[in-house]
């Protein structure tokens, strides 16, 4: 995929052509949880009210981390095969956009890390995750949409 950015320059994504993928053969699930924005609204009123350091991130390649639970082939790029082999496919070894378990693989990877560091899931909410400081009284919390990811918490260190 090909965009022309507002500089004049060109954008180049390789995006996989999900449409053309079974479920249950190229992938089973696709539900990726997502916090809900009333979660958002409370949790940043009581940032505000309790002086926290409150922060915001873009994973811009978050769904390239994702890691694969089935072999998927993709054809070659339009424009990159090599002569002479244009037969072959690619066998991914990660997620990449356009494939239909794309978010759920990167929520999967991101939920797993999270809790190996010692945060845990709200029961209310699926995009939101708490630590609590174990020397000190604190938190640090992560609000988590998709890609984008809000943090909170008493301690700029400890968001760090």
Known sequence: MFKRKADGHFHTRVVAKGFTQIQGIDYNETF???????????????????????HQMDIKSAFL???LDKEIYMEQPEGFAVLGQEHKVCLL?????????????????????L??????????????????????????????????????????????
């Not at 924005?37 to 002086?51: G, N």
């Not at 899931?121 to 400081?133: F, I, K, Q």
């Open 32 to 54: 990726s949880p997502v916090a809900q924005f009333e979660s958002l609204r409370l949790l940043l009123a009581l940032a505000t009210l309790e002086d926290w350091e409150i």
């Open 115 to 160: 809790i190996g560091l010692g945060f845990t899931h709200t029961h209310s909410d699926a995009g939101v995750y708490v630590y609590h400081l174990q020397d000190r009284e604190g938190i640090v919390i992560i609000i988590l949409y998709v890609n984008d990811i809000t943090l909170l918490g008493d301690s700029s260190k400890e968001i760090s």
């Open 65 to 67: 981390n994702g890691l």
């Open 93 to 113: 070894k990660k997620a990449i956009y356009g494939l239909k378990q794309a978010s759920c693989m990167w929520n999967i990877l991101f939920h797993t890390v």
